[in-house]
């Protein structure tokens, strides 16, 4: 009860309750993940039972429009499938390959930073002269290698099932350089302050002061990155699986949708390609403008 | 006349759980050429009242209550524009850190020359012959070389010495000292006291000295206000306050400062420590340290009283009859 | 008779820091090496029990040393001889058995606690790195006992460190200093980042601290008045030497270097209102190109050609050591202090 009444009271908690952004993007995520988390239970078929579509309902428009039929709210594509349940599923795989990313990326980051701030000399050299060169590259050139070398390894029958853990992986190896940075930053400053130099003089070892002493310290900024991060993963994946090395059109996930949709675009479809750039659009905008207030909420001294 | 009279001046920070008083009624008067040193611990509101007076508060602080006049002129409500005019030409500051009081990428000249300038009016050579004399004056030796050399050349001292000389070449007539010596080592920190208490008697100009160290305030002051929780608790001449101070805290303090000579077996402290502006208790701020606290210590709120030149806020010295 | 072999004794200790740009650089843009040397030679003892004090201005490597003793920082040379043990090649926490004997307090009461941590784990962490209290419980104990021995209560292990004051901050690191049950305590500059009032509390602390178990402490501060209230043995440092070491009252009576007088001249202090003799003039020299001979023959009024050449030797004299050639020759004795005692 106290610690509830302790957060109630704290800066953060105070900022959120003032700002307008975050609250509606916190509302707009919120039912973005409940309707990700239950998607079987609110979609109308399953998009991925090849048994439950039926090809006489393909290219319906939506219910409300002339010709529409009220089985399918957001009408259907070319297989017949309900966009509306498409859009669910997929935003259930952009959400889980968008956190496993970030999760990756992170852990990746934080682990190098905290060790390359830490040790300094060499192992710090090596690691951000590797963070040097992936930055020179546009992370998507990065992902579509990394993405092309697993798919180089799988044999080819395997590609459909892999492809969520290939494009984690992509994505997760391109974008750990941010984090690495800044907790290396923060790391050095740390590593210089005396609670670290009373740790080792009472003999707690370098791993010890890295992850007991350090990391609670440099962990403010990283879920700044990570939460704006989000936004950035999830539209790399949409826009692999636009490429159409991302999810397969077995599998669609958002950015598949719109690619399948922007394929009929010009036969007068239009609401197979809207609908689901529509739920993406208002994704990154939401999470990325929490991202921002995170930012600033965090940072005193830039308001 | 009267250089500088403050009365009742608050100044108040308005937060998001509520407004907090950093200063409370302060009161206090300067004669012209008087040096007046302002001590108490960190959170005392001693800068906050040179800041005040500077016309430097920020938001969301702000001057709440009270008046502050300079030669009987009021400047605590004046437009941005009008203290812009004030501060420099009429009130100079002193800080702290000498570098960061410096503009690095501008010579130690050409700041001198365009402070003169701004607000003398001089023509371009005068203003540079009068800041060659102001490095003179301030112990730069070779002032006619090192005019034009950048702040990130002098040793910290020395930079110290050109930034009293930056306050000092306008010459206003009260200049706001905020712990001028504090980031100077002791051999460099005797030589600054000195220099300013020898350019205050030469100019006339009056000082406001803000400090923690009552050793500085012994070797320059003519006057001291001690300042506890936001509140002026004494005043009076450095030489009687210091012998005999009157309010508790400041015997307390005075007690507890290590001195070189014989030692003692224990140290006299002062129980606890400062309350933060927030929590400050009703009546005298001083009350849960106190040793002589007595029956309206705790609830009622003693006044400064006494004469300009000495009064003491503590109910000791009202209510028992001396 | 034999004295008690001291508890510390240092012997020759050095620390160069290579100021140098890197190699290729150096090569491209010319330039040499540099080196500051931030300890340059020095030597001292400390009987069990008793305070030595480093005192000095900013640059003249009192810092240095309490690093150098804690194993923070590698000398170039010298000796550390601790209890028997030499430490000179070990690092900080090596070995356990000793080090656990060696603790260290430190100036910023703000960035010596983790504020991550809660007091009692703060307080609780050298317990469980050396091994000394291995069951929790146990260790629990032995912290609301600390917190209670530092004038604090037990409830406070539960709270972070941003609920105290800048002078209970510097209690709780006082009590996890003294959790090993060490022998010696490296006090660096205590009390400088405290309020006066709240300073003489924690003097005080540490003062009854040594009397009731015993501690040894090597105390830095750049504070002669506080340093006088706490010392046995003061030493005076100047640009990475030791110029004087002689007993406290010694030193506050007959100083003997010039720079130790200039520093006893030089003090502010409550009883000396509006002095206005002529002032010392000059400044510590950088460090990186200190001058010849004696460090201090630029701002020494006794100064001559052997002092501009020759560094002069740490000479012991009655009781005390000092390093100058002017007290060697006998010249200071027509140089009376201004002000003594």
């Known amino acids: 009860m106290q610690a509830l009444s302790r957060a109630y009271s704290s800066d953060l908690a105070w900022s959120f309750r003032h700002s307008w952004t975050a609250r509606i993007s916190t509302l707009l995520l919120a039912v973005l993940f409940l309707a990700a988390l239950l998607a079987p239970l609110l979609a109308t078929q399953n998009p991925y039972d090849i048994s439950q579509l039926f090809l006489l309902d393909s290219e319906l428009p939506p219910a409300w429009a002339e010709g529409g039929d009220p089985r399918y709210f957001l009408g259907t594509d070319e297989q017949a499938r309900d966009v509306y349940s498409s859009i669910l599923y997929g935003l259930r795989l952009s959400l889980i390959v968008g956190f496993a990313s970030v999760a990756l990326a992170g852990a990746i980051g934080i682990s190098l930073g905290l060790l390359g701030g830490f040790m300094g000399g060499m192992v710090d050299g090596a690691i951000m002269r590797v963070a040097d060169i992936l930055l020179s590259f546009p992370a998507i050139l990065v992902a579509l290698l990394v993405n092309g070398i697993a798919r180089g390894i799988l044999p080819p029958d395997r590609h459909a099932d892999a492809a969520i853990w290939v494009l984690i992986l992509a994505i997760g190896l391109t974008n750990w350089v941010q984090y690495a940075r800044t907790v290396r930053g923060s790391t050095m400053v740390e590593r210089q302050k005396e609670y670290v130099q009373a740790a080792r003089i009472n003999g707690v070892s370098g791993m010890g002061i890295m992850v007991q002493h350090i990391l609670p310290n440099v962990l403010g900024p990283v879920l700044v990155i990570a939460t704006i991060n989000l936004g950035m993963a999830v539209l790399t994946e949409a826009t692999l699986s636009f490429l159409g090395v991302g999810m397969p059109t077995t599998q669609p996930s958002l950015g598949t949708l719109i690619r399948i949709g922007n394929e009929y675009l010009f036969s007068g479809i239009w609401w197979v390609v809207i609908f689901p750039s529509i739920v993406l659009v208002v994704l990154v905008l939401a999470v990325n403008l929490l991202g921002d207030w995170l930012r600033d909420a965090l940072n005193p001294r830039l308001r | 006349m009267t250089l500088l009279s403050v009365k009742n001046l608050t100044v108040a920070f308005f937060g998001r759980s509520g407004t907090v008083n950093a200063i409370e009624d302060v009161s206090l008067e300067l004669e012209p050429g008087e040096i007046l040193g302002m001590v108490g611990e960190s959170g005392a ?42 501060r420099g030409r009429r009130i100079g500051a002193i800080f702290q850190d000498p570098l960061t009081s410096l503009n690095p990428v501008l010579t130690v000249g050409e700041q001198l020359i365009e402070t003169i300038r701004t607000h003398l009016k001089l023509p371009r050579e005068a203003a540079r012959a009068r800041a060659i004399d102001w490095l003179r004056r301030v112990g730069i030796p070779a002032p006619e070389a090192r005019i034009d050399t950048y702040p990130h050349q002098y040793s910290g001292g020395m930079r110290q010495r050109v930034v009293i000389a930056l306050a000092l070449c306008a010459e206003p007539r009260l200049v706001i000292a905020d712990e001028p010596t504090t980031a100077l080592d002791v051999s460099v920190q005797a030589q600054v006291i000195a220099l300013l208490r020898q350019l205050a008697r030469e100019t006339g100009v009056a000082v406001i000295l803000v400090t923690h160290d009552m050793g500085v305030i012994a070797e320059t002051a003519d006057r001291v206000a001690v300042m506890y929780a936001g509140r002026i608790v004494e005043v009076g001449p450095v030489a009687e306050v210091l012998r005999a101070p009157r309010h508790p805290y400041t015997s307390g303090l005075m007690a507890s400062i290590p001195r070189i000579g014989p030692r003692p077996e224990v140290l006299p402290q002062i ?51 001396a | 008779m034999t004295a008690p072999e001291p508890l510390l004794t240092v012997s020759g200790l050095k620390k160069t820091f290579d100021l140098s740009q890197p190699f290729l650089n150096r090569l491209l843009s010319g330039g040499g090496r540099r080196f500051v040397h931030a300890v340059d030679g020095v030597d001292f003892t400390i009987p069990r029990g008793t305070t030595l004090s480093l005192v000095g201005e900013s640059g003249c490597g009192k810092s240095t040393v309490a690093k150098l003793l804690m194993g923070l920082s590698r000398p170039t040379a010298g000796s550390i001889r601790f209890d028997g043990h030499e430490l000179a090649g070990t690092v900080a926490g090596e070995p356990p058995a000793v080090r656990r004997q060696m603790q260290m307090i430190f100036q910023d009461p703000y960035a010596s606690l983790n504020p991550r941590w809660r007091v009692a784990r703060i307080i609780a962490e050298p317990m469980k790195s050396f091994g000394t209290h291995p069951d929790p419980a146990a260790r629990r104990r032995e912290v609301d006992r600390l917190l209670e021995f530092v004038g604090l209560s037990a409830a406070d292990g539960e709270k972070f460190p941003h609920e105290f004051s800048g002078g209970q901050r510097q209690r709780i690191s006082i009590a996890r200093a003294i959790s090993t049950k060490p022998e010696f305590l490296v006090c660096d500059e205590p009390t400088s980042a405290l309020d006066v009032s709240v300073q003489a509390q924690i003097l005080n602390l540490m003062r009854s601290l040594q009397r009731e178990l015993g501690l040894t402490y090597l105390f830095i501060s750049h504070d002669l008045a506080v340093v006088n209230y706490i010392s046995d043995w003061i030493g005076v440092m100047y640009l990475g030497r030791l110029v004087e070491l002689a007993p406290a009252d010694r030193i506050f009576a007959e100083p003997q270097h010039p720079y130790t007088r200039l520093l006893l001249e030089t003090v502010p202090d409550i009883s000396m209102a509006h002095r206005d003799q002529e002032r010392p003039a000059g400044e510590v020299p950088n460090p990186i190109t200190p001058p010849r001979g004696c460090h201090f023959h630029p701002r020494c009024p006794l100064a001559n050609d052997r002092c501009r050449s020759e560094v002069p030797e740490f000479l012991a004299r009655d009781g005390a050591r000092v390093r100058c050639h002017a007290v060697e020759e006998g010249r200071i004795a027509s140089f009376p202090m201004r002000k003594a005692g």
């Open chain 2, 271 to 321: 129980e606890g420590a400062m309350p933060r502006p927030h929590a400050r208790p009703p009546g005298c701020a001083f009350a849960p340290r106190c040793p002589h606290r007595f029956v309206p210590c705790t609830d009622e709120r003693p006044e400064l009283t006494g004469t300009p030149v000495r009064s003491v806020a503590c109910h000791l010295t009202t209510e028992v009859p």
């Open chain 2, 45 to 86: 509101g001693k800068s906050m009242t040179g800041a005040a007076i500077i016309g430097l508060i920020e938001p969301p602080g702000r001057i709440s209550a009270g008046e502050i006049r300079l030669e009987g002129e009021r400047i605590d409500n004046l437009p941005p524009e009008a203290i812009r005019r004030i």
